[in-house]
């Protein structure tokens, strides 16, 4: 007896091994899905802070000044992006985003050093990356030590460091998180329902009478995502909703600037659930590649860790995610206020990647129907 029921259960193990090896998308699914996701984790898990775009405002414009931002860029932690003379040029930087931490040097700095007095430094942290400003600040605090114990062997008395954090003041995760986390579902939302799709009308039966309908290719493309892209502006309304009215996130900008961002979003992330959904040839084949899809794009956004930190090679990869760029807009927009001037080129970025996403899946979808 039990011989027999040895033998059933090798040939079921078999089977089972069979069937698995001769679908190519399984094979893929269990092996190079997660050596993928293991190198991309490997590299962009990291809450370490390298390159920290830094502007320089230095009236002192001495050799004990010049040492001290050469401290800053030789630790590897800060890369100077510009410098000057005047306040005002940092303030623009930093509403740029084109700068992340900003240092200022009074007149006096040298002057006080050779006194004995005790110089004054005032370092500037972009607050809505709340934990790189955090993890810069600890490193900011070192290397001014470091720098002032070389002096005088007396941290306490050579340099005094201020330290303030703009458009975040208290530094609150939770005001830089959840308007990521936003992001975040909306771009989840928008690939599941898409992803289904189409291949659910193949596994019903329905996509060869769609396919003999006098319906054209993006006839049928519009009607399959205007109702998801309704739903996408629906959630991003409920979203930003609770974001304001429960966790209390501060909103800066402007609603109209973000449902228009929102809509290049969501156009750009239904575009590859439609791909998702007409390379597949079942639901479960949509679920599946639609999550091994999200979870580097979420690595891939900055959502968690810096995209500076990341090696440069992934610092492109993420050039291509939309959920990158639209997590810039809606942090600086809920944060900082900032207005179409300063986040043109992710506008544009999320414009070409809808356009070209859209596009491939209608190309995709056109050979699906002949």
Request: glycine share 6%; charged share 15%.
């Given at each position: 007896m039990w011989a027999g029921s040895r033998e059933r259960i090798r040939e079921m193990v078999r089977k089972e091994y069979l069937q698995l090896f001769r679908d190519p998308?399984?094979?893929?699914?269990?092996?190079?899905?997660?050596?993928?996701?293991?190198?991309?984790?490997?590299?962009?898990?990291?809450?370490?802070?390298?390159?920290?775009?830094?502007?320089?405002?230095?009236?002192?414009?001495?050799?004990?000044?010049?040492?001290?931002?050469?401290?800053?860029?030789?630790?590897?932690?800060?890369?100077?992006?510009?410098?000057?003379?005047?306040?005002?040029?940092?303030?623009?930087?930093?509403?740029?985003?084109?700068?992340?931490?900003?240092?200022?040097i009074p007149a006096d700095f040298s002057a006080r050093l050779h006194d004995g007095a005790g110089a004054v430094v005032q370092i500037v942290f972009d607050g809505t990356d709340s934990n790189t400003a955090t993890v810069a600040q600890g490193y900011a605090e070192r290397i001014v030590q470091n720098y002032a114990a070389r002096l005088s062997g007396d941290v306490r008395l050579a340099i005094e460091l201020r330290e303030r954090a703009w458009f975040n003041p208290n530094l609150v995760s939770r005001d830089y998180n959840v308007p990521a986390v936003a992001g975040a579902i909306v771009f989840l939302m928008c690939l599941l329902l898409t992803a289904l799709a189409v291949v659910r009308e193949r596994e019903i039966g329905t996509l060869e009478q769609l396919m003999v309908s006098p319906l054209a290719a993006y006839e049928l493309i519009a009607g399959k995502t205007i109702p998801f892209a309704l739903i996408g502006l629906a959630d991003v309304f409920l979203v930003t909703g609770?974001?304001?009215?429960?966790?209390?996130?501060?909103?800066?900008?402007?609603?109209?600037?973000?449902?228009?961002?929102?809509?290049?979003?969501?156009?750009?992330?239904?575009?590859?659930?439609?791909?998702?959904?007409?390379?597949?040839?079942?639901?479960?084949?949509?679920?599946?590649?639609?999550?091994?899809?999200?979870m580097p794009a979420i690595l891939l956004s900055g959502f968690m860790f810096p995209v500076s930190s990341m090696p440069e090679i992934f610092q492109w990869l993420t050039l291509v995610n939309p959920m990158r760029h639209y997590l810039e807009i809606v942090r600086s927009i809920f944060l900082k206020g900032s207005d179409i001037s300063a986040l043109w080129q992710q506008f544009l970025a999320l414009l070409v990647l809808g356009v070209v996403m859209l596009g491939i899946a209608a190309s995709r979808f056109r050979k699906t129907v002949a």
């Amino acid at each position: 007896m039990w011989a027999g029921s040895r033998e059933r259960i090798r040939e079921m193990v078999r089977k089972e091994y069979l069937q698995l090896f001769r679908d190519p998308r399984l094979w893929r699914i269990m092996f190079i899905a997660p050596l993928i996701q293991l190198i991309v984790f490997g590299y962009a898990v990291s809450t370490d802070v390298h390159d920290t775009s830094t502007f320089v405002v230095d009236h002192s414009n001495s050799r004990a000044s010049r040492e001290l931002v050469d401290a800053f860029t030789a630790s590897g932690y800060f890369r100077v992006v510009g410098g000057s003379r005047r306040p005002a040029d940092l303030v623009r930087m930093l509403d740029a985003g084109d700068a992340r931490v900003g240092i200022e040097i009074p007149a006096d700095f040298s002057a006080r050093l050779h006194d004995g007095a005790g110089a004054v430094v005032q370092i500037v942290f972009d607050g809505t990356d709340s934990n790189t400003a955090t993890v810069a600040q600890g490193y900011a605090e070192r290397i001014v030590q470091n720098y002032a114990a070389r002096l005088s062997g007396d941290v306490r008395l050579a340099i005094e460091l201020r330290e303030r954090a703009w458009f975040n003041p208290n530094l609150v995760s939770r005001d830089y998180n959840v308007p990521a986390v936003a992001g975040a579902i909306v771009f989840l939302m928008c690939l599941l329902l898409t992803a289904l799709a189409v291949v659910r009308e193949r596994e019903i039966g329905t996509l060869e009478q769609l396919m003999v309908s006098p319906l054209a290719a993006y006839e049928l493309i519009a009607g399959k995502t205007i109702p998801f892209a309704l739903i996408g502006l629906a959630d991003v309304f409920l979203v930003t909703g609770a974001a304001v009215l429960w966790f209390e996130v501060p909103f800066m900008g402007s609603f109209s600037l973000l449902l228009l961002a929102s809509l290049l979003y969501i156009l750009s992330s239904l575009g590859i659930g439609l791909l998702i959904s007409i390379t597949s040839r079942t639901q479960q084949d949509a679920f599946l590649t639609t999550f091994l899809i999200f979870m580097p794009a979420i690595l891939l956004s900055g959502f968690m860790f810096p995209v500076s930190s990341m090696p440069e090679i992934f610092q492109w990869l993420t050039l291509v995610n939309p959920m990158r760029h639209y997590l810039e807009i809606v942090r600086s927009i809920f944060l900082k206020g900032s207005d179409i001037s300063a986040l043109w080129q992710q506008f544009l970025a999320l414009l070409v990647l809808g356009v070209v996403m859209l596009g491939i899946a209608a190309s995709r979808f056109r050979k699906t129907v002949a």
